[in-house]
């Protein structure tokens, strides 16, 4: 089982997201926005309704079984509107891709609403985490974690200025190798169209990260995330994820 590189998907995955579709840099003058994104942790938003997305993720250090490699990969579903009333993201995640495919894994349901609507907006969210588990992480008590995401521009001169956006929460299983209480918070820049980076602590260890999309690819982004990127906690790993999304189905 592979938690962080799961939620590396869809974490990374909701980023893109925003960052491509009408949402709050739907002024930006660039054609398509820069390209803003945060790693590592549970962020205060989802993704929009009438969205489908595919994450698929590998690690080269799996949590549960150290100097071992693995897989996952992350279905979802976005409905509603988190600026009109309350977002919420339908994900499905297989937790192992080196067994039998599907013979592990848990639901997990987000909701968001926009709390502060202005140029900065304000998005709180709640992550419901290991809901029906199956397989090896069978028996997992369900988690959850309360997001608060804001999102800014940092002006460095006259006519240049960088989308950031900050997370800080608090979730149920964050410490203590997921069983403990405790915070996160970080905060990401998009440094053009193309590539975004962020910093973040996960609650015990910190986490960097990069998200990156093509041109004339809309739909595909490529993230990479170091956790524990200090080796504090003797788990240092690199996470890849792979997210490809669709509009407007419904």
């Given at each position: 089982?592979?938690?962080?590189a799961s939620r590396t998907c869809a974490t990374a995955l909701t980023m893109t997201?925003?960052?491509?579709?009408?949402?709050?840099?739907?002024?930006?003058?660039?054609?398509?926005?820069?390209?803003?994104?945060?790693?590592?942790?549970?962020?205060?938003?989802?993704?929009?309704?009438?969205?489908?997305?595919?994450?698929?993720?590998?690690?080269t250090n799996r949590v549960d079984a150290p100097d071992t490699q693995d897989g996952?990969?992350?279905?979802?579903?976005?409905?509603?509107?988190?600026?009109?009333?309350?977002?919420?993201?339908?994900?499905?995640?297989?937790?192992?891709?080196?067994?039998?495919?599907?013979?592990?894994?848990?639901?997990?349901?987000?909701?968001?609403?926009?709390?502060?609507?202005?140029?900065?907006?304000?998005?709180?969210?709640?992550?419901?985490?290991?809901?029906?588990?199956?397989?090896?992480?069978?028996?997992?008590?369900?988690?959850?974690?309360?997001?608060?995401?804001?999102?800014?521009?940092?002006?460095?001169?006259?006519?240049?200025?960088?989308?950031?956006?900050?997370?800080?929460?608090?979730?149920?299983?964050?410490?203590?190798?997921?069983?403990?209480?405790?915070?996160?918070?970080?905060?990401?820049?998009?440094?053009?169209?193309?590539?975004?980076?962020?910093?973040?602590?996960?609650?015990?260890?910190?986490?960097?990260?990069?998200?990156?999309?093509?041109?004339?690819?809309?739909?595909?982004?490529?993230?990479?995330?170091?956790?524990?990127?200090?080796?504090?906690?003797?788990?240092?790993?690199?996470?890849?994820?792979?997210?490809?999304?669709?509009?407007?189905?419904?």
């Open positions: 089982m592979i938690k962080h997201v925003l960052a491509a579709v009408p949402g709050w840099a739907q002024d930006d003058p660039a054609p398509r926005g820069e390209h803003v994104t945060l790693l590592g942790i549970p962020s205060g938003t989802v993704a929009p309704g009438g969205l489908a997305f595919v994450s698929l993720a590998g690690t996952s990969l992350a279905f979802g579903l976005g409905f509603g509107s988190a600026e009109d009333g309350i977002g919420v993201q339908f994900t499905t995640q297989i937790t192992s891709l080196t067994d039998d495919f599907g013979d592990s894994g848990y639901l997990a349901l987000k909701f968001s609403r926009r709390v502060v609507a202005s140029d900065n907006p304000v998005y709180l969210g709640l992550s419901l985490d290991y809901l029906t588990p199956w397989g090896d992480v069978d028996g997992r008590d369900p988690e959850a974690a309360l997001s608060l995401t804001k999102f800014t521009r940092l002006q460095f001169s006259e006519t240049t200025s960088l989308p950031v956006m900050f997370t800080l929460g608090a979730g149920t299983g964050v410490r203590n190798n997921d069983t403990d209480p405790g915070i996160f918070f970080g905060a990401g820049i998009g440094l053009n169209e193309n590539l975004g980076v962020s910093a973040a602590w996960s609650g015990e260890y910190a986490d960097i990260g990069a998200s990156f999309r093509f041109d004339g690819v809309d739909n595909l982004g490529i993230s990479a995330t170091v956790h524990d990127v200090f080796d504090q906690k003797d788990n240092r790993r690199l996470t890849v994820a792979v997210n490809y999304f669709l509009q407007d189905l419904f």
